[in-house]
């Protein structure tokens, strides 16, 4: 079983709808991701929260708003998005630290798949 | 900028045979992070393997072995005697200075036929 939780595990949604997807991890990381992927291509970094605050946002557009509420949640609100939105989203955690020594070695979640009608 | 490129899009093999997955990169970081990762076909993407750039030993687990070729921007991938859950889509990522942004080359679908 994944240690990184994503819920729901499939979305649908119109575009005109909020909705949000929802990540947990118990393992102690202190560093958590959105990735967006599409059929038959490589996640696509969206956001990276280091110790609870934003430190990389990939100029996603505003309809995509991460949120952080503590060092195992993180959320990924919806709103008005554009059925190239379309995709599997998926979330990942790492170990987090001042050095590189334990860079990216990312635990994912099993994924939300979102289609946006 | 960073680059991560995986020649080969799709590669098919028999059961039992070896199997090698080709993985170059570009950075302008004179330290920086190479990653393989697994993803099989029920979607969640399982880490296999981190080399630092100051380190180019090559590694060996079980079946699994990878070599880092910091001359030509390398780090390969070989199964041995693979097998039918061998079968996924492989990615080889980057991560550079800012080492929380890692980098996904476009992956290769392996296929194992029995």
């Known amino acids: ?117 | 900028a960073q680059k991560v490129t995986q020649a080969q899009t799709e590669i098919s093999v028999v059961e039992k045979e070896d199997v090698t997955l080709d993985c170059v990169y570009e950075t302008r970081d004179t330290t920086y992070y190479l990653f393989w990762y697994k993803q099989p076909p029920s979607g969640e993407l399982v880490f296999l393997i981190r080399r630092n750039s100051f380190d180019e030993q090559n590694e060996i687990s079980g079946r699994y072995s990878w070599n880092f070729q910091k001359s030509t921007s390398s780090f390969n991938f070989t199964i041995t005697a693979s097998q039918v859950v061998d079968s996924a889509v492989y990615f080889c990522a980057l991560s550079g200075t800012s080492y929380d942004k890692v980098i996904f080359g476009p992956g290769t679908s392996l296929s194992v036929i029995p």
């Open chain 1, 1 to 117: 079983d994944t240690e990184v939780t994503q819920t729901p595990k499939h979305l649908v949604m119109g575009m005109t709808n909020k909705k949000s997807l929802k990540c947990e991890q118990h393992m102690g990381h202190r560093a958590m991701y959105w990735y967006k992927q599409k059929a038959k291509k490589p996640p696509e970094l969206m956001f990276v929260y280091s110790y609870e605050k934003l430190s990389i946002n990939e100029s996603v557009p505003s309809r995509f708003s991460p949120e952080c509420p503590n060092s195992s949640l993180l959320n990924l609100h919806l709103h008005a998005l554009q059925p190239e939105d379309s995709a599997l989203y998926l979330c990942a955690s790492s170990r987090a630290g001042t050095s590189g020594t334990i860079a990216g070695e990312l635990f994912f979640g099993e994924g939300s798949r979102l289609t946006v009608l």
